[in-house]
């Protein structure tokens, strides 16, 4: 098993691995039809067994603070992809490449990383066991075509909202869990690289 920068031609591979690995996550329908090109530097890894690519991460940098990260303090990395093929779970695969960025990380004089994900409970374990802490929430909307026209307007002459994709970050969780079907949690997790800890609840 081999950790080596990403290039260009693993796209595909790189593509359908992040499909597969989201397909039983809260993330199922966040499908790519082609890999981003970060405006900042980044640490783009993969992991290779056999000549198949069976892990990932990309990592954009903040070129001076706050550029791409959301803490107030320090230069932070966003870890934007993660993921492992389903059939190499559990062999530390993802362990490995956030321990290649973190090498990396330092030589690049980041202070923090920081990820956001849903409620998927391996997913929080991973980050929590890795030394991450929460540090702020708020929640994902999906409206179906019924829940869109009983929520929003639209402004445009002829034009029916038939699905809603939403943000909330107010107090009243429980209201709007009630009012719609599908709605995530999304977690802001930080781990500190050097220096101590950052407040969980800053």
């Not at 990820?115 to 179906?144: C, I």
Request: proline share 3%; net charge negative.
């Amino acid at each position: 098993m081999k950790v080596r920068p990403y290039v260009a031609d693993d796209e595909r591979d790189w593509l359908r691995l992040r499909v597969l690995a989201f397909l039983d996550t809260p993330y199922y329908d966040n499908v790519l039809q082609a890999k981003e090109r970060y405006r900042n530097p980044a640490i783009e890894l993969v992991c290779v067994e056999a000549g198949q690519l069976v892990g990932l991460i990309d990592v954009e940098l903040d070129s001076d603070r706050r550029s791409v990260c959301s803490l107030k303090e320090g230069k932070g990395g966003m870890i934007w992809h993660i993921a492992v093929h389903p059939d190499y779970r559990r062999r530390s695969i993802a362990s490995l490449l956030l321990a290649e960025v973190e090498k990396a990380a330092h030589g690049h004089r980041l202070d923090y990383l920081e990820a956001w994900t849903r409620e998927d409970p391996a997913a929080n374990q991973w980050y929590k066991r890795h030394l991450f802490r929460q540090h702020t929430s708020y929640l994902h909307v999906y409206m179906d075509a019924e829940e869109a026209k009983r929520s929003t307007h639209s402004h445009c002459q002829d034009v029916t909202p038939l699905g809603v994709f939403a943000h909330y970050s107010g107090d009243r969780e429980e209201d709007v869990r009630n009012a719609f079907t599908r709605v995530h949690e999304c977690r802001c997790y930080v781990k500190q690289l050097k220096g101590e800890s950052l407040d969980a609840n800053a």
